[in-house]
Antibody, heavy 123, light 107 residues
Framework: EVQLVESGGDLVQPGDSLTLSCAASGFSFDSNWMSWVRQAPGKGLEWVANIKQDGSLTYYVDAVKGRFTISRDNAKNSLYLQMNSLRVEDTAIYYC????????????????WGQGTLVTVSS | EIVLTQFPATLSLSPGERATLSCRASQNAYSYLAWYQQKPGQAPRLLIYDASNRATGIPARFSGSGSGTDFTLTISSLEPEDFAVYYCQQRSDWPNTFGQGTKLEIK
C-alpha cells in the first residue's frame, strides 16, 4: 500500500523559514516524479513544485519560485520542501503527492496523496 | 495559464440520482484533464485522468468525458459516500492548475 506521511508544519512568522518532509513507503520511490500541492484554508488546490526521479529537474509555480526548494533523498525514501521568506499567503495545508506518469515532467496527475501538514504564517 | 471554471458551484441531489459536473477550460486543454474527489478533512483522491480514464480502484459509476475546453464528470447513481467536493485539473499548459471545485451535497 502506498503511504505518504508529511511532517514539519508549524506556526511561523512572515519572513521565517520552514522545511517540510514527506516519508514514502509501499512503492519504488525512485521511480516516480513527486510533487507538493497546497490548499489554503477553505480554498482550492494549488500545485507548488515537483522533482524528477533522480532529482535532476525541478519545477515551481511562479508564486514560490526563488523562495521554495524541493529536494529528495531516494536512499531515505523522502521528499522535502524548504520554504524561505514565508508570506501570509503561503498559509495552507501542504500535501506530498506522487506523480502518476513516470515519463512526464512538470505536467502530471497526482495518484497518491499524504494527509497533509499545516503551515500557518502569521504575525 | 489555463483557468478552469467549474459549475455549478454547488449541486444538491439525492442518493440514487445521476450527477453531472462540468469543467470549462479558458483555452484548449486537449484531453489533459483529471478529476479528484475530496471529503472533509481528507486528501484529494484521483478519480479520472486523461479526461476519461478511471484511476485504479475507482468504481464504474464514475465516468469522464470531453476534450478541448469542455469536460464532464458523471456519477451514474449516487452513493452516500459520493457527497464531497470535486476538482478538475489540467496538465496541458504551464503550470498545472485546478478548478475552484464543485460541492456535491445531499438534498
Amino acid at each position: 500500500e502506498v503511504q505518504l506521511v508529511e511532517s514539519g508544519g508549524d506556526l511561523v512568522q512572515p519572513g521565517d523559514s520552514l522545511t517540510l518532509s514527506c516519508a514514502a513507503s509501499g512503492f519504488s520511490f525512485d521511480s516516480n516524479w513527486m510533487s507538493w500541492v497546497r490548499q489554503a484554508p477553505g480554498k482550492g488546490l494549488e500545485w507548488v513544485a515537483n522533482i524528477k526521479q533522480d532529482g535532476s529537474l525541478t519545477y515551481y509555480v511562479d508564486a514560490v519560485k526563488g523562495r521554495f526548494t524541493i529536494s529528495r533523498d531516494n536512499a531515505k525514501n523522502s521528499l522535502y520542501l524548504q520554504m524561505n521568506s514565508l508570506r501570509v499567503e503561503d498559509t495552507a495545508i501542504y500535501y506530498c503527492a506522487r506523480d502518476l506518469i513516470k515519463g512526464a515532467s512538470w505536467g502530471n496527475w497526482f495518484d497518491s496523496w499524504g494527509q497533509g501538514t499545516l503551515v500557518t504564517v502569521s504575525s | 495559464e489555463i483557468v478552469l471554471t467549474q459549475f455549478p458551484a454547488t449541486l444538491s441531489l439525492s442518493p440514487g440520482e445521476r450527477a453531472t459536473l462540468s469543467c470549462r477550460a479558458s483555452q484548449n486543454a486537449y484531453s489533459y484533464l483529471a478529476w479528484y474527489q475530496q471529503k472533509p478533512g481528507q486528501a484529494p483522491r484521483l478519480l479520472i485522468y486523461d479526461a476519461s480514464n478511471r484511476a485504479t480502484g475507482i468504481p464504474a459509476r464514475f465516468s469522464g468525458s470531453g476534450s478541448g475546453t469542455d469536460f464532464t464528470l458523471t456519477i451514474s447513481s449516487l452513493e452516500p459516500e459520493d457527497f464531497a467536493v470535486y476538482y478538475c485539473q489540467q496538465r496541458s499548459d504551464w503550470p498545472n492548475t485546478f478548478g475552484q471545485g464543485t460541492k456535491l451535497e445531499i438534498k
